[in-house]
């Protein structure tokens, strides 16, 4: 079977699924002539063209085979075969459905959609030679819907290729957010257990609880391909902050707004919406004059015209959805260090009445700390409570710290002294981030350059010569290794193989 372009002569392509057979002239079949609408006139020896009224003239000849049948008339399955003619008919044009039932997809909200895309000139020759047979078969036709799928061309093992939809993005909508599928369906998979298939007698306990879970399953899908379309009707609102440090807060603010539309636009299209901004001048934007902005904020805030020109100002403080999402350093994780017995030791340690009884510069008072029931000495000098930490839990607390990150020696003492307090903080902290064997295996602390030293110049031949051995190299004659000797004076090179280098 094969697909070919037939030229009759009437101006209009006729592609058809042919049937090759060894005959001496070829035939076709009244399918052919039925679904291109075209008339044999006898009379007038010509072929009619309903569509066009263009003719083609036609001559009468006498020929050796009255037919060709597709079918051989000894194979013992000729019967079944002339049954069911569809079987060796390679046009599915003339087939019909053998049931009456149409399917019906109501879709509400923007439609799922791609954009067009190149494709390599061979490609997009063997898609469109393919494209255009289901097209002449009466498969497919054109359309001018606005919903889309992508086409991904799939290589075939004799190396032709054949085109697919990429049907992900639609699937997605109608498989996924089933809730409770499992629980929904356990019923109606217990029927299946132990089933035999279709020749299985076993009688059913269609029950009214499986009458529920059939129906519960059906709805789900259903609610399922609706969910996933926002109302088209409800206000649209696009919320926005921004992290992008190395901009002015104006420029910062607008990009943000172009990137999420730009993120969103499937979404925006032909909506209309507003856009919240925590940064008023932003309001101002599309009132201002254009030679006052830079030619990145015009292509900028012309691209957001495209969608909207309503911008809305809303305080920081009740922007709230954004900045949840924007301030992820405020979430912390729990310590690991251990307050309640820090506060144990202190009322015991002997360096810290000492030190309250010296009159030091420390403000040391008590601090309840947040989530926690018990008291901790701290020093309030700097601004922030840091904890005084007696002698036993220095290292601890050290290391609670510095194995977070392993920092070095100066960033470690920072890090501690800004948090902790206590006598001589700085050289033991020092002391430890040195001594700390992670950091010792992994980092390098010290950069050793050796200086080019100066070899003394040969006065004459085989003063200094240069021997080298190389290998194991890939065998040759049983040779692995070579031997190489170069004079210094006249830089002559010589190589001799060894079997080995053994002495
Ligand atoms: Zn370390």
Same mark, same amino acid.
Do not use: A, K, T
């Given at each position: 079977m094969v697909c070919k372009e037939l030229n009759l002569g009437l101006t209009r392509p006729f592609i058809w699924t042919f049937i090759i057979a060894d005959v001496s002239s070829p035939i076709i079949g009244a399918d052919f002539l039925k679904h291109f609408n075209l008339l044999i006139d006898l009379k007038k020896k010509r072929l009619m063209d309903v569509e066009t009224s263009l003719f083609t003239p036609c001559v009468f000849s006498n020929i050796v085979h009255p037919s060709i049948l597709t079918i051989d008339a000894n194979i013992s399955f000729k019967n079944i075969l002339s049954e069911y003619p569809d079987l060796s008919n390679p046009s599915l044009i003339s087939k019909s459905a053998s049931h009456g039932t149409t399917l019906h997809i109501i879709t509400t909200g923007p439609p799922v959609t791609a954009r067009p895309r190149r494709l390599h000139p061979k490609l997009y020759d063997a898609v469109k030679v393919e494209f255009e047979f289901l097209l002449a078969q009466g498969i497919i036709r054109p359309s001018k819907s606005p919903w889309s799928s992508p086409l991904h061309v799939m290589p075939k093992s004799d190396s032709t290729v054949r085109p697919v939809g990429d049907y992900r993005q639609l699937n997605s909508v109608t498989e996924r957010f089933l809730p409770k599928a499992a629980e929904q369906q356990y019923l109606l998979s217990e029927f299946l257990k132990g089933s035999k298939g279709k020749k299985d007698s076993k009688p059913l306990n269609w029950s009214s609880e499986a009458i529920t879970a059939f129906q519960g399953c059906k709805q789900a899908l259903a609610d399922a391909a609706l969910l996933?379309?926002?109302? /088209?009707?409800a206000p649209l609102a696009l919320h926005k902050t921004s992290s992008e440090k190395s901009y002015s807060a104006y420029d910062r603010e607008l990009l943000a707004i172009y990137s999420a539309i730009r993120l969103f636009r499937y979404m925006l299209e032909s909506r209309d919406f507003t856009v919240f901004t925590d940064h008023k001048p932003l309001t101002y934007a599309f009132r201002q004059k254009s030679d006052k902005c830079s030619p990145w904020q015009i292509r900028q805030l012309d691209f957001i015209s495209q969608f909207t020109t309503n911008i809305v100002h809303i305080p920081g403080s009740d922007n709230i959805a954004a900045d949840v999402l924007s301030r992820v350093s405020a979430i912390t994780f729990p310590s690991q260090i251990d307050y309640d017995c820090i506060s144990e030791t202190q009322q015991t340690d002997q360096e810290l009445h000492t030190l309250i009884a010296s009159g030091t510069s420390l403000k040391l008072k008590k601090v309840t700390f947040p989530n926690s029931s018990t008291e901790i000495m701290c020093d309030l000098s700097t601004g922030t409570a840091r904890p005084y930490i007696p002698k036993q839990h220095r290292q601890d607390v050290f290391s609670a710290m510095h194995n977070l990150s392993h920092p070095g020696i100066r960033r470690s003492v920072h890090l501690m002294k800004q948090r902790f307090v206590w006598p001589s903080i700085s050289p033991h902290v020092a002391k430890w981030a040195r001594h700390c064997l992670a950091c010792q295996k992994s980092k390098i602390h010290r950069h050793t350059r050796s200086p080019l030293s100066s070899f003394q110049e040969p006065s004459q031949r085989f003063d200094h010569v240069h021997l080298h051995l190389i290998g194991?190299? /890939? /065998?040759s004659n049983g040779y692995t290794y070579c031997l190489t000797m170069i004079?210094?004076?006249?830089k002559w090179p010589e190589a001799q193989p060894l079997k080995d280098i053994t002495a």
């Open positions: 996933v379309h926002p109302s /088209p009707s194991p190299l /890939p /065998p004079d210094r004076f006249s």
